[in-house]
């Protein structure tokens, strides 16, 4: 169990950099160290932010690589922009204790290149990168088993969990609208409108309509999926038996296949 949290695979004491660091501060921990990721703290010493050297490419007029040091004009340029300017807010941050599978799924669902884990002050206690997640995955063969299938169970009743309030606010949603076509119908019952009217009236409708037909389309895929958890085999293939990764069941809660097991049945 131990092995699976992220704890166990961070680095535990990574640089870091100030929100009132220039930019060129920032750029040259990157060159130093080599890495394209530095956590940026408050005096807390907690995270507020993180820095990529994407981030300096996409906020800098000029074109960085790491390989390469700047020109004294790049450097003028790179001083006067400060790292809080330009570093993405409020990153997605995870505890020591987090699992490596829910990490690796949050990074890649949010196309991040690295994770800060924090203790509950959000105060850093290291920095997982894309690396050491690949690091987890290629020392997984060595892991108990047991732990393997304990980690899939809580992923499992984390996605039900999910998959039950994404329901119950799409049946909201859809009462609420039923409610107010209802009202709809009712005045122009009593209060006819011209033909202008009603034409810019009917695409309203239209679209509401098509976006309800979604919403009872992804409904029916949320009972289904929701039903064979009841059972105990939601992720299951039922072709080949193999366990469908949970970022799939929450694209296509309905579905009963693998990947795999889909693209032999489309053929
Ligand atoms: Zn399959």
Redesign the pocket.
């Known amino acids: 169990m131990q092995a699976h949290a992220v704890k166990a695979f961070m680095s535990g004491d990574p640089v870091w950099v100030s929100p009132d660091a220039s930019a060129l501060e920032a750029f040259e921990q990157m060159i130093d160290r080599g890495i394209r990721h530095l956590p940026v703290l408050d005096r807390e010493r907690r995270v507020v932010g993180v820095l990529s050297i994407d981030d300096l490419r996409a906020a800098l007029p000029f074109s960085m690589t790491l390989r390469q040091p700047l020109s004294p004009g790049e450097r003028e340029t790179a001083r006067e922009w400060r790292v809080g300017e330009i570093m993405s807010h409020d990153p997605e941050t995870l505890g020591p204790e987090a699992s490596i599978s829910e990490a690796a799924e949050r990074m890649a669902e949010r196309r991040i290149g690295c994770l800060p884990i924090v203790d509950e002050e959000r105060r850093l206690a290291g920095l997982l990168s894309e690396t050491d997640v690949l690091w987890a995955i290629a020392t997984a063969g060595r892991l108990p088993r047991d732990s393997a299938e304990t980690a899939r169970k809580r992923e499992l009743e984390s996605l039900v969990r999910e998959l039950e309030r994404e329901r119950e606010r799409i049946r909201t949603r859809l009462a609420q609208r039923q409610r107010a076509e209802a009202s709809l119908e009712a005045v122009m019952r009593d209060e006819p409108m011209d033909q202008a009217e009603r034409g810019a009236d009917t695409t309203i409708v239209q679209e509401a309509v098509a976006l309800d037909e979604l919403a009872v389309r992804r409904l029916a895929a949320l009972d289904a999926a929701l039903d064979r958890a009841a059972q105990g085999h939601l992720g299951e ?6 366990s ?1 990764p949970v970022a799939r069941l929450r694209a296509m809660p309905g579905t009963t ?2 990947v ?3 693209r032999t049945a489309r053929r």
Do not use: N
């Open positions: 293939c039922t072709s080949c038996g193999a469908i296949v693998c795999a097991c889909a």
